[in-house]
């Protein structure tokens, strides 16, 4: 049986190569206190590439992940810490992000804002809101009120980390939505020809507007779990390179920029090789700014190698691109 050489099959082999180079060459990458260690560091990586790689199958790109991630679960945890009850807090949280999601797909679906432009902008908003009038500390604490949901990421599950098992149950999710449902495919449809889609009778404006609220609600996910393991919320993760470690997954995974294309073992086989790099890079005490530097440049390469296999072309490059 010939395998054919896609992208996901090309990253896959690299990532093969690199982990059994590092397993030979570097001390300790073997053993399987750093391996889960190394799943467990790109698990909410993984989860927000999930979120990230919908939107791009839709031909679009949601900058402002970082926000939904940090803004609403952050105030989730201070709210709780002032004496709101668990449930209270978490729906405040949830309103929040539903509200963002459908203002982004609004915006980009109604209003035909570029989503690049509409999500760069809301993101600064969201992050702006939240660090100069919503919360009191730029490190907002985890307190025994949050203990209810602190299962999302402690604990092992089999052996395994919970973020990753999160991981794992939103990968199962995303791909049954996406392969199983009527929307999901709707989304493919829009992401490989809008124009075609809209002429066909799909209501590609509220499946727009959808992708973004799904975002959303990942990126509050990936922020919970994210809190419950580390027992905190940096609330200025926003002004981190973190937005385009998710991009990196999604583009290397083999996701095409041009819609339509791609799934979730796309950014699964992502997530596997950026955390194997970052993790050899941090065994081998590589500085953060070269780190910044590499990923910059594997960025490029991952994006130079989609423009030759997802070309675009006068008829898919059009408005509603990214």
């Given at each position: 049986?010939?395998?054919?050489?896609?992208?996901?099959?090309?990253?896959?082999?690299?990532?093969?190569?690199?982990?059994?180079?590092?397993?030979?060459?570097?001390?300790?990458f073997a053993k399987i206190e750093n391996l889960l260690t190394l799943l467990q560091n790109v698990a909410i990586l993984g989860i927000l590439g999930l979120g990230m790689a919908m939107v791009v199958i839709g031909r679009g790109i949601d900058i402002s992940m970082i926000a939904t991630l940090a803004v609403p679960s952050g105030l989730v945890l201070q709210m709780v810490q002032h004496g709101q009850s668990l449930p209270g807090a978490l729906a405040v949280g949830l309103v929040i992000a539903l509200v963002f999601g459908a203002i982004n797909g609004w915006l980009i679906a109604y209003a035909e804002v570029p989503s690049l432009f509409t999500t760069l902008a809301s993101g600064l908003f969201l992050a702006g809101l939240g660090q100069g009038y919503l919360f009191e500390l730029e490190v907002v604490q985890w307190s025994p009120g949050m203990d209810g949901i602190a299962w999302l990421g402690r604990g092992k599950l089999a052996g395994l980390p919970m973020p990753v098992v999160m991981f794992a149950v939103a990968t199962l999710l995303l791909g049954l939505f996406l392969r199983r449902l009527r929307a999901g495919a709707f989304i493919y449809a829009i992401g490989d020809n809008p124009f075609g889609a809209r002429a066909t009778g799909l209501p590609t404006r509220p499946i727009m507007v959808l992708e973004y609220v799904l975002a959303a609600l990942i990126g509050l996910f990936a922020g919970l779990v994210m809190a419950a393991s580390v027992s905190s919320m940096p609330t200025r993760i926003y002004n981190s390179t973190m937005v385009y470690d998710v991009v990196l997954v999604v583009v290397l995974g083999g996701i095409g920029l041009s819609g339509g294309r791609g799934g979730v073992l796309n950014v699964v086989v992502g997530t596997l090789l950026i955390g194997t790099m970052l993790n050899g890079m941090t065994i081998l005490d590589v500085s953060y700014s070269v780190q910044n530097i590499i990923k910059g440049v594997v960025l490029l390469v991952a994006i130079l190698i989609d423009s030759i296999l997802n070309p675009r072309n006068e008829e898919t490059a059009q408005q509603g691109d990214i």
């Open positions: 049986m010939k395998i054919k050489p896609t992208q996901q099959n090309i990253v896959f082999a690299i990532f093969i190569v690199m982990a059994a180079g590092f397993a030979l060459f570097l001390p300790g």
